[in-house]
């Protein structure tokens, strides 16, 4: 059938999210993900058609990850990405002459960076988390509803176990007392037990928790919001030379049109 087709519509499996793929850390064997739709993107365009395409495939949710200041989350979304992006290279390199491929955002989100008072990075800490913050929210909020007298021991048991904290990660006085305090504030007091962000509502508890996993691996943000730091423009194949300096993300369309009209 999907050879016959003339457009393609991609559903994911029943019971998920409708408005969004899931974060790549979330994802299970079956799931749809952006390598899955930028391969049938490319199939279906590239069909009984000598004229050429336009597509533009979105990693989406690295804005989501890096709204909600989730730094192991928002690194499995940019590989996920660059997944994707290795489908199109892949393309690329069967049509070198004809085809062009730009990599950009249209911001940065977060305002990421990498140290928080020393040059060391410890990007291994952030192997430990094995859920999105936005999962791992909803797992504490289920016990919150369900279990409403979960001592904090177990609950740190649950941290421990999807984001390494205390069994494989040192946790600090500090750390830990903050963490104490979302969760009595949650279980106990039921004050104060979200933190929300553009795209998420998540359990204050579990962004402090993630905090501390940010913290441990050296990471800092700046904000739960978009950022005035500037986004890299890459370029290959036709009309790639069209992308070498610094410029305004309304010019990019506009060298992509007078790459097209090169190629002709």
């Known amino acids: 059938m999907k050879s016959k087709a003339d457009k393609m519509i991609l559903i994911n499996n029943k019971d998920t999210d409708p408005e969004s793929l899931k974060f790549a850390i979330d994802q299970k064997d079956g799931d749809l993900n952006l390598k899955e739709i930028t391969e049938v993107a490319i199939e279906s365009l590239t069909k009984n058609n000598d004229k050429g395409f336009f597509l533009m495939v979105e990693g989406g949710k690295i804005d989501w990850s890096s709204h909600s200041n989730d730094a192991a989350t ?9 997944n ?11 049509h070198p002459e004809e085809t062009l491929i730009i990599i950009t955002a249209d911001h940065e989100t977060g305002g990421i960076t990498l140290g928080n008072g020393s040059s060391n990075l410890n990007f291994k800490a952030l192997v430990n988390q094995k859920v ?4 791992l929210s909803k797992i504490i909020t289920k016990i919150r509803i369900e279990q409403p007298k979960t001592t904090w021991e177990q609950i740190k048991n649950i941290l421990a176990e999807n984001l390494g904290l205390w069994t494989k990660i040192k946790v600090n006085e500090r750390q830990e007392k903050a963490m104490f305090q979302a969760y009595e504030n ?9 933190e929300k962000s553009l795209y998420a509502n998540d359990e204050k508890l579990v962004a402090e928790a993630v905090k501390t996993l940010n913290e441990v691996a050296n990471i800092s943000w700046a904000s739960g919001n978009h950022s005035a730091g500037y986004v890299p423009v890459y370029a290959i194949g036709a009309g790639s030379e069209l992308f070498t300096h610094k410029m305004e993300n309304t010019d990019i369309p506009k060298k992509i049109a007078q790459a097209a009209a090169l190629s002709l």
């Open 186 to 194: 949650s279980f106990i007091k039921h004050v104060n037990a979200t």
């Open 74 to 82: 928002t690194l499995h979304e940019v590989v996920d990405f660059n």
């Open 84 to 94: 994707s992006v290795q489908v199109a290279y892949d393309f690329y390199l069967k």
């Open 132 to 135: 999105s913050q936005g999962e």
